[in-house]
């Protein structure tokens, strides 16, 4: 809940087609989507299985250390990594996914292992994502068959690779996914979490999200994602997470992505703003390339965040929710709090220099900065209103400024 910012890494065999979505072995050979059959016929040899993927799937530039600073520039305070997605490949050497790992193929090294390593030298916390389901595991194909009365799948697969994960790495979190089509009693859920939470090395301090059985979303868990890019729009009453990614079309990396489908500096920073006054955590998911490079544009908008978290990061970062969340004649003006402090996060910078604030009840005392900006501001109570602040000069420029100021006030209810 303190830490309100992190990054998700969306990496695997699907980073080789790096086309469509991470979701691709699924609409080619599940959904025979006619658009995946024939970029598969025209990039590759006729009967090219997916399997044929993994052997290009290099990590040759992958550089965990690299990866670990640009995460703490972007002012991130944890990442949570694949380590399996749908297809099954795993991104360290399971025990039970016999030649369908990072170990035995492919980049012939334990990708979870090593961005584990570089994380903790960085000091930000680690979170395993986790696919409880494999679209095309024989085993788990039996068991949907059965209508999931048998449990093949979890008992030789899911289970073992995730008491695994937990003793190999001991993460700081568990991000489950995968779980819609079966029960939490198909997927052993409740067992697996009484260990966690009572035996295992990490019992004290891992956290878990909602994902664990078909209706537990929003209802169980640690902290709830609900769905993807999920935006309640009244404070949850329930510790939340919003995940997004900066590619607006996929989480895994495409080769054909263009400019306009990437998120721009200042749709983040609203996204984040927005997430954090109601009490979320803001996961904003990067996917690199087959050879382990987080692409220069991706690069960039992350260190734009860290350079505004750097200036504003005090209304973000162990922040609470205040009594309003967002000011009620717009939708430009998000408050957040730390104890008797309140903070009046802008979007838009007003025309006239003049900050208009109807929430805050000002006192004679009240004190008003602006974060990033040397001095005091002068304000006015405007009667019945709340209070009017005369913001700094800003240089004529034909473009608007860039997104998200912090006013900080003292000494208001």
Not at 24 to 41: K, L, M
Not at 349 to 358: C, E, G, Q, T, Y
Request: proline letters at 7%; charged letters at 20%.
């Amino acid at each position: 809940d303190r830490a309100k910012v992190g990054v998700f890494v969306h990496w695997g065999v699907f980073s080789v087609p790096a086309w469509g979505s991470e979701w691709f072995w699924w609409h080619w050979q599940g959904q025979h989507d006619a658009a995946y059959e024939s970029f598969v016929r025209r990039r590759f040899p006729p009967g090219t299985t997916y399997a044929e993927f993994a052997p290009h799937f290099t990590a040759h530039d992958f550089q965990p250390r690299q990866w670990a600073q640009l995460f703490q520039r972007a002012g991130a305070r944890y990442v949570v990594l694949t380590t399996k997605h749908h297809e099954g490949f795993t991104n360290w050497g399971s025990p039970v996914s016999w030649n369908w790992n990072s170990v035995d193929t492919g980049p012939h090294r334990d990708l979870v292992g090593e961005l584990g390593e570089a994380l903790r030298e960085s000091n930000l916390r680690y979170g395993l994502y986790h696919s409880l389901m494999e679209w095309f595991n024989p085993l788990y194909l039996a068991d949907k068959q059965n209508d999931f009365k048998t449990q093949s799948f979890v008992l030789k697969k899911t289970m073992p690779e995730l008491y695994d994960l937990v003793l190999k790495y001991k993460p700081d979190l568990i991000w489950s996914d995968g779980d819609w089509e079966a029960p939490d009693s198909y997927w052993n859920s409740t067992s697996f979490l009484a260990w966690l939470y009572n035996d295992s090395p990490v019992k004290d301090t891992v956290v878990v999200n909602d994902r664990w059985g078909r209706g537990c979303s929003c209802r169980h868990g640690g902290f709830y994602n609900c769905a993807d890019k999920y935006r309640p729009g009244t404070l949850p009453e329930h510790k939340w997470e919003m995940c997004s990614s900066l590619d607006r079309l996929s989480w895994g990396y495409r080769s054909n992505m263009s400019l306009p489908e990437v998120m721009d500096e200042m749709s983040v920073i609203e996204e984040l703003v927005q997430t954090v006054s109601l009490g979320g955590n803001y996961l904003l998911n990067v996917g690199p390339t087959k050879e382990g490079v987080i692409v220069p544009i991706f690069q960039e908008r992350l260190l734009a965040l860290g350079r505004w978290l750097d200036t504003n990061g005090e209304a973000i970062y162990e922040s609470q929710p205040w009594r309003v969340q967002v000011e009620n004649t717009t939708d430009t003006v998000w408050y957040t709090s730390k104890g008797p402090v309140v903070f009046a996060i802008f979007l838009l910078w007003p025309r006239d220099n003049v900050l208009h604030l109807s929430s805050p009840i000002p006192s004679p005392g009240t004190r008003v900065t602006l974060l990033g900006f040397a001095g005091t501001l002068e304000w006015q109570i405007q009667p019945g209103t709340g209070m009017l602040i005369t913001l700094p000069y800003m240089l004529p420029s034909p473009l608007p400024p860039q997104s998200g100021w912090v006013v900080k006030l003292e000494g208001v209810k």
